[in-house]
């Protein structure tokens, strides 16, 4: 198959689309309203279904792949090994199975709807536990939905997990805008502000008046700012990264007085901007340009994508201690069958064009609770509490970045404990 012919290929023709009206899909009544405005309101569910012609041409892609030499004993420390990449893309290629993969994913809910003219993709489960709570949860890069597969039965059905009711949810699981299954903004100027106002429509259109947040990576900010300009709605925001909206410099003045622990963290960090940042700094400056060939090669995105879940996780330098191939390759293919990566990487840039001033300026007064990794350097809690209602920290005693794949029990116990008063 040509590029030319791939390259023709609707970005949703895979998505077998059939309207269901909120007044279907939620039990929400629009009654009054024109057919304009039903329409606009609509919420369409969808299944995942990708076309045999674009699985064809990632197997013909995978077997042109040119790997790069490598140097001897190199390890992970230049980058992806290349012995780890090539055994990946083999089993890629050739062991697996993508419509098994589908099969999961479409065990659960998928809507679209149009916000502000994008096509917002979102899971939806509801729980069958009349008190449950409304509970949106955000992704980050380079994560995507799938990140939450593990966590959606026991918050949505608690006591098939050995929980309690009373501590159930209605889970929703957008995808950024730019991400995945969601429509990429067409103009500058969508950061995370502009999700977060996206989001809190989303959640009002399913007719939610009160609800809480949980997010990571840039699922973190997204849900601060859900929490800071939806603040009559949001009863809880919960975060697996320590944020400030100012990260202040690691000056004599600043840290006097901070514990040894503390210095330490602020040390580790400062280690990690130099060495670990680099991947930041080219996204933010120059996407485009990385994405022709992330696009173009699925051995380059894999590549791309895999060495932060190798380096940002609680894995012992073995990938397979904390993800299968499989969880590893489905998140990949939400990138290379949506052709996502380049809108992915551009908030990045909005973010750098924000100047790195990611938070409201005002202090966030909607409870907040942490759970944080051991292995990723931490801010003092006293400097996070300049930006957040801190209400709860909580540090695990493992796991890394990808906490809702690598510990979700932890993650599921504290997002209970965390929100069991705010209900």
Same mark, same amino acid.
């Given at each position: ?128 536990? *009349? ?193 299968? *191939? ?30 790195? *001033? ?66």
């Amino acid at each position: 198959m040509s590029n030319n012919k791939y390259d023709a290929i609707n970005r949703r023709e895979f998505i077998k689309v059939s309207a269901i009206t909120l007044a279907s899909a939620q039990g929400l009544a629009l009654s009054g309203k024109t057919d304009a405005e039903k329409q606009h309101e609509s919420i369409k569910s969808f299944t995942i279904a990708v076309p045999d012609s674009i699985i064809e041409d990632l197997r013909e892609r995978l077997e042109r792949t040119r790997f790069p030499d490598q140097l001897e004993n190199a390890g992970w420390s230049y980058g992806t090994e290349l012995s780890y990449l090539k055994e990946l893309c083999t089993y890629w290629h050739s062991g697996f199975d993508w419509r098994a993969q589908e099969r999961v994913l479409n065990s659960f809910g998928h809507f679209h709807t149009n916000i502000d003219g994008l096509m917002i993709h979102f899971i939806h489960q509801r729980s069958k536990e *009349k008190k449950a709570v409304p509970l949106i949860i955000t992704h980050g890069w380079p994560g995507s939905f799938i990140e939450f597969t593990k966590i959606i039965g026991p918050l949505t059905d608690p006591v098939a997990h050995g929980g309690r009711s009373e501590d159930a949810f209605h889970v929703i699981c957008p995808s950024i805008p730019g991400y995945g299954f969601s429509d990429a903004p067409k103009k500058s100027g969508f950061g995370c502000k502009q999700v977060a106002e996206t989001f809190a429509k989303l959640m009002a259109r399913l007719g939610y008046s009160r609800y809480g947040a949980q997010g990571g990576d840039w699922g973190s900010y997204i849900s601060a700012w859900l929490a800071a300009i939806d603040t009559n709605h949001v009863n809880g925001l919960h975060l697996n990264a320590t944020l400030g909206n100012a990260q202040e410099e690691t000056t004599k003045e600043n840290t006097e007085g901070l514990s040894l622990q503390n210095t330490k963290e602020l040390e580790k960090m400062k280690k990690v901007e130099e060495t670990e940042t680099g991947y930041a700094a080219i996204q933010s400056t120059k996407p485009q340009s990385l994405g022709y060939g992330l696009n173009d090669s699925p051995a380059g995105l894999a590549a791309w994508i895999v060495e932060k879940f190798h380096r940002w996780s609680d894995c012992g330098g073995n990938i397979e201690k904390r993800f299968t *191939k499989d969880i590893l390759l489905t998140n990949i293919m939400i990138y290379w069958i949506t052709q996502t990566i380049t809108s992915s990487m551009r908030l990045y840039s909005e973010a750098r064009a924000s100047g790195w *001033k990611l938070l409201p300026e005002e202090k966030i007064t909607v409870p907040t609770g942490f759970i944080l990794s051991p292995i990723e350097p931490q801010l003092p809690r006293e400097w996070v509490e300049k930006s957040f209602n801190v209400t709860r920290w909580t540090v695990m005693p493992s796991g890394g970045h990808f906490v809702a794949l690598e510990e979700p029990d932890l993650l599921v116990e504290d997002v209970r404990g965390f929100f069991r008063g705010l209900r």
